[in-house]
């Protein structure tokens, strides 16, 4: 099946800082991917959706300014969270699938760990 | 907005059990409807998924959900639990025609050799 990276797997960092999450397809080319948090115990809420080449489509609630996302590829997204403070600490997790329909599946990477000191 | 309910939280079997997870959705329009699995250590993987046809589906691993309208409810179900079968479970839905989810908060499924 197809396979989708997350770097890093893991990072904490300082409060203030900016913290960088990448997503990559690895043997697929990703016209959308997906952007979503999972706070422990409770579901995944999706955060943006990215098309290559243009602006993502943030969920309500989600501050874009914040939670910035770069789909300049057919293989990569990130995502940054700039100025991160304690309760950004979260699990992000990325999605990626290949074309353009509901039919299209998609496919999840394994989650990055973000801890906000 | 769209919601999705899971009733179970943890549920504990032992090998050869039966397993029935419930989901329910709250969205009165067409739907398409999903079960991920997450195995410990590892991503998201599609158990199956439902868009249209019988509402029967089968899916890898001998899991199979059963869509029932009347009730928008979408139960995956498995006759003979193994032990390799523990994970946690999410269903998740998404309108026609877009393809953004909406996951339930998940069951972690424990099976017990």
């Known amino acids: 099946g197809a396979v989708v990276s997350q770097h890093p797997s893991r990072v904490i960092c300082k409060s203030g800082t900016s913290v960088k999450i990448e997503c990559r397809s690895l043997?697929?080319?990703?016209?959308?991917m997906f952007w979503y948090r999972q706070f422990p115990k409770q579901s995944l809420m999706l955060m943006a959706t990215?098309?290559?080449?243009?602006?993502?489509?943030?969920e309500q609630g989600v501050e874009k300014d914040k939670f910035l996302i770069n789909h300049a590829s057919l293989t990569l997204s990130t995502l940054t969270v700039t100025s991160a403070h304690p309760e950004d600490s979260s699990f992000y997790i990325c999605?990626?699938?290949?074309?353009?329909?509901?039919?299209?599946?998609?496919?999840f990477g394994p989650g990055t760990r973000l801890t906000v000191l | 907005a769209q919601s999705v309910s899971q009733h179970n939280h943890h549920v504990i079997l032992s090998e050869a059990a039966s397993l029935e997870l419930g989901c329910n959705y709250s969205?009165?329009?067409?739907?398409?409807l999903f079960w991920y699995v997450q195995y410990p250590g590892q991503h998201l993987q599609l158990l199956l998924k439902?868009?249209?046809?019988?509402?029967l589906v089968k899916g890898i691993k001998g899991f199979e959900a059963e869509f029932i309208k009347s009730k928008f409810s979408f139960n995956l179900r498995k006759p003979s639990v193994q032990w390799s079968d523990t994970a946690e479970y999410f269903c998740?839905?998404?309108?026609?025609?877009?393809?953004?989810?909406?996951f339930g908060s998940g069951t972690r499924l424990q099976v017990q050799p």
């Open positions: 999605s990626a699938s290949s074309g353009g329909s509901s039919y299209n599946e998609q496919f």
């Open positions: 043997d697929f080319q990703a016209t959308t």
């Open positions: 990215s098309n290559e080449g243009s602006k993502a489509t943030y």
């Open positions: 969205y009165g329009g067409t739907v398409n």
């Open positions: 439902y868009f249209s046809g019988d509402p």
């Open positions: 998740a839905v998404s309108l026609t025609g877009r393809r953004a989810l909406t």
